[in-house]
């Protein structure tokens, strides 16, 4: 499994985190077939290992390793290493690496709310804090953030689940106001449900009633369209990327109804009393 050491870089690169599976797994193929060096980063280290023979496959650079993003001396020290190897680039910074618990709130062990909270925001803290010296030393450099539809307005059956993309909404929302200043964008992207493991299992009223139809595909174009913004993209400075029609509507209708007509329309797909 070949580490960053082992190549020489100079090509637009990207760090990924959670990149073995799924959006993240996407994620990392679609920067290979754009010729990226692709920094691919994860706990599951077997998932990281036949990632690498894809994107060196696709002719692109791979350097993958292990990382817990709830780690921040680890998440730093990653991030160190990469950036000097690609000879003190990072234009995109990824963070995809997630966890969802779904059930009734009080059924859930708190442990697992803290996990969750961990890595859905603290790990976000992680990679931003980390980042921010990396990306500001590159010109036109962006963060990209996983927020989810879930962060449109709180969800029954995913409440810390929802809470931790609200965080990632706000952070998202702040930074690139505040980094601006440096020239560096933020940004989040706005799946609805989409099949990967994360789904899975996954029962919940709204998983019922909405289906879960979008891929892993659909989110990694997505985020690649928020990497290489188009012409009106930049101009309107665009920072949320929803992804599929089913997220665009649901963001758009609760933009333009008074929020307690909102909660009448979540509770109804969550079919809640
Ligand atoms: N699947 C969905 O329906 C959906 C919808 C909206 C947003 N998202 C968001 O997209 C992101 C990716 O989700 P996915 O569906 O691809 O999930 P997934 O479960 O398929 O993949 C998540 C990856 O993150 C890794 N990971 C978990 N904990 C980690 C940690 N502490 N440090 C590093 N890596 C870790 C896993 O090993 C796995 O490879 C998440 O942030 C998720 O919240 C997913």
Redesign the pocket.
């Known amino acids: 499994m070949p580490f960053w050491y082992d190549y020489p870089m100079t090509t637009r690169t990207v760090f990924i985190?959670?990149?073995?599976?799924?959006?993240?797994r996407a994620t990392a193929l679609g920067f290979a077939k754009r010729g990226y060096t692709v920094g691919a980063?994860?706990?599951?280290d077997a998932?990281l290992a036949t990632l690498s023979a894809e994107i060196e496959a696709l002719g692109a650079t791979a350097v993958v390793g292990h990382?817990?993003?709830?780690d921040a001396e680890e998440f730093a020290t990653r991030l160190r290493e990469f950036v000097a190897q690609a000879g003190g680039r990072l234009d995109v910074l990824v963070n995809?690496?997630?966890?969802?618990v779904g059930g009734r709130f009080e059924e859930i062990p708190v442990e697992k709310l803290h996990r969750e909270v961990d890595?859905?925001c603290k790990?976000v803290v992680n990679g931003l804090h980390a980042g921010f010296e990396h990306l500001r030393a590159t010109p036109g450099s962006v963060a990209i953030n996983?927020?989810?539809?879930?962060a449109i307005y709180g969800q029954a059956e995913l409440a810390d689940y929802s809470a931790t993309?609200h965080f990632v909404r706000g952070i998202t929302e702040a930074l690139d106001i505040e980094w601006g200043a440096y020239g560096v964008r933020v940004v989040a992207i706005w799946?609805?449900?989409?099949q990967?493991?994360?789904?899975t299992n996954l029962k919940t009223n709204s998983t019922e009633r909405m289906g879960?139809k979008l891929g892993?595909q659909d989110?990694a174009d997505r985020i690649l369209d928020a990497a290489e913004p188009n012409r009106f993209s930049k101009a309107i400075h665009q920072v949320h990327y929803t992804v599929g029609n089913q997220t665009r509507f649901l963001q758009e209708a609760a933009r333009f109804s008074p929020v307690y007509l909102t909660r009448v329309v979540n509770r109804a797909i969550a079919k809640a009393h």
């Open positions: 985190t959670g990149a073995a599976a799924g959006i993240g980063f994860d706990i599951d998932g990382l817990d993003v709830t995809n690496a997630g966890i969802l890595i859905n790990g996983l927020a989810s539809a879930s993309k799946p609805l449900f989409v990967t493991a994360m789904t879960i892993p989110v």
